[in-house]
């Protein structure tokens, strides 16, 4: 088989990339390790900065995110007995849009199929080679056959497990990383969010997120030890935990209910670099991660993809090379802004096992700086709508 751009990896940075190609008239294949309903299963991210809708309506998929979507114009901050909002459309003049990660890969794997593009499912041993020459290919196996893909590009979309990073050279790549001693149980219920807005808590139990997908579907999260498994916590263990780190009148509204999805996720801060070795580019997951304190992992995707697409267009469409040779550059400057928002953020809301009275006051004082600043507000609010691109 021949394409112009090979895309390993049909999660939403893959998806987004092909369908962006697709409507410039470009082909690629995307090569997906699992099955289309094994990936829509997965629930994670839900709050999408502007920049991921844009180019969601330039790949020609936002009809149901436009109307299914919630706009959201501030967010509330809990600590101690204080809760503050952050109204981000006074502070910056965008909101933010609360539709799921489910639903946006939902929306490209419609439009993936609407235009037929080639996608093959629960592909194995996914190869890259001669990424460092002008005649890269990509071989693997599906079904017990093997198969060879001769293209221009490879677009390593495979999130942070994949194959794509590591085929980069470690004489040549270099990784930066920090892993967090907690993690985050999650449980998405059917249940009505306790509240219009989400809610970050910083309680002395650790920290708590409230937040939804939609009028009728919650999602909740608590930060969990490490040694914790989603089975060592009963629903009703969840909802008292829950209750114990919010506001007492929100606790009191919270509406409970049984969890049809319960997950735990490590927390982790890392980025490689560079996210280009010659005709192999990696977006996303693939190439960074951030605890998701912040909302950011998905919308970093994104802009990843805004920057390789503008990169591959202007190739194809004059030959020159100056996008696709500073793409990494360029991602990667928002990428560790990003980066520190989400450890800053982090920081900020979470208990620490070896925090000492010392820290708990400085992020007292530092919660209280950001409930009384605007200036502070504003950094806050110009980080969490999304940086521009
Ligand atoms: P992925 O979504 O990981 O997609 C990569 C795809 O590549 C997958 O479908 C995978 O099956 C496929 N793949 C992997 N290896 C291969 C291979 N060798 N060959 C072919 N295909 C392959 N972000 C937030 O903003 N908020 C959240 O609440 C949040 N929660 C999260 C919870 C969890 C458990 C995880 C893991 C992430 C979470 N994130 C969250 C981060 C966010 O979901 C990611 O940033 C986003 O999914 C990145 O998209 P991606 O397409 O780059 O990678
Ligand atoms: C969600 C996840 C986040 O990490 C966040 O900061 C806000 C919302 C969510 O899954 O809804």
């Not at 093959?120 to 599906?142: G, L, W």
């Amino acid at each position: 088989m021949r394409t112009q751009v090979a895309i390993i990896g049909g999660g939403p940075s893959g998806l987004l990339l092909a369908q962006l190609l697709h409507r410039h008239g470009i082909d690629s294949v995307v090569l997906e390790r699992k099955t289309k309903d094994y990936v829509l299963s997965r629930i994670r991210a839900g709050v999408l900065e502007q920049g991921l809708v844009q180019l969601m309506e330039q790949a020609g998929c936002a009809d149901r995110l436009r109307s299914k979507g919630h706009v959201h114009d501030g967010t509330l901050i809990a600590y101690g007995d204080t809760m503050f909002r952050l109204d981000f459309t006074d502070l910056t003049g965008t909101p933010v849009i609360v539709y799921g990660q489910t639903e946006v890969t939902r929306d490209l794997y419609a439009a993936r199929e609407a235009a037929g593009g080639p996608i093959e499912f629960e592909v194995e041993d996914v190869t890259i080679h001669d990424a460092d020459t002008d005649r890269p290919h990509v071989t693997y196996n599906v079904g017990g056959a093997a198969r060879r893909i001769d293209c221009d590009f490879i677009a390593g979309c495979d999130g942070f497990h994949g194959v794509s990073r590591q085929a980069i050279p470690l004489t040549i790549r270099r990784e930066y990383e920090k892993v967090y001693p907690f993690g985050w149980l999650g449980v998405l219920s059917e249940t009505p969010p306790v509240n219009p807005e989400l809610i970050y808590a910083n309680s002395p139990r650790g920290f708590a997120l409230c937040s939804m997908r939609s009028d009728t579907l919650s999602r909740y999260y608590i930060q969990c030890s490490l040694s914790d498994k989603p089975e060592d916590w009963t629903d009703a263990a969840f909802w008292q935990e829950l209750k114990r780190r919010i506001p007492p009148d929100q606790a009191e509204r919270l509406v409970t209910g049984p969890s049809i999805e319960k997950s735990i996720a490590p927390l982790r801060s890392f980025v490689t670099e560079p996210m280009r070795w010659g005709r192999l580019f990696l977006c996303g997951d693939a190439a960074h991660i951030v605890p998701p304190t912040g909302a950011k992992g998905l919308n970093t995707a994104a802009s990843d993809v805004h920057y390789l697409f503008t990169g591959l267009r202007q190739f194809y469409d004059t030959g020159a090379t100056d996008g696709i040779d500073s793409y990494s550059a360029k991602a990667l400057a928002r990428v560790w802004k990003v980066e520190r928002f989400s450890w800053w953020f982090s920081s900020l809301m979470h208990r620490y096992p070896d925090q000492s009275d010392f820290d708990l006051r400085i992020q007292i004082a530092e919660l209280e700086f950001l409930r009384t600043n605007r200036a502070a507000q504003q950094a806050m609010a110009e980080n969490y709508v999304g940086l521009p691109y």
